[in-house]
């Protein structure tokens, strides 16, 4: 066997699981990916948590209140600002 079919076996051989480590490699950084913007718009609830409380006391109204809703804006403000990074 000549040195040019030994590379073709091998390659041959070896293809099949290239594609399925790169494939693997991709999903994890999706993955990676996907978990750091849902970091990120955890940091905009937690900011938005805080603008909502001190909102609520100012504003006379339930400070849970205060809290869920600024809560729910942040994630909204995260979501839209992470967006583009995602894409």
């Known amino acids: 066997m000549g040195g040019k ?3 073709a076996i ?7 699981r290239l594609d399925v480590l790169e494939a ?4 994890r950084a999706e ?5 750091a913007r849902k970091r990120r718009v955890a940091w905009f ?12 006391y100012v504003a006379g109204e339930g400070f849970a209140l205060g809290i869920v809703w600024g809560g ?6 995260g979501w839209l600002a992470t967006r583009k990074a995602a894409a």
């Open 5 to 7: 079919q030994a590379d």
């Open 10 to 16: 091998a390659q041959a051989l070896l293809a099949p």
């Open 24 to 27: 693997r490699e991709r999903r």
């Open 31 to 35: 993955e990676a990916a996907h978990l």
């Open 45 to 56: 609830a937690l900011a938005g948590w805080g603008v909502g409380a001190v909102i609520a």
């Open 72 to 77: 729910l804006v942040g994630s909204a403000i």
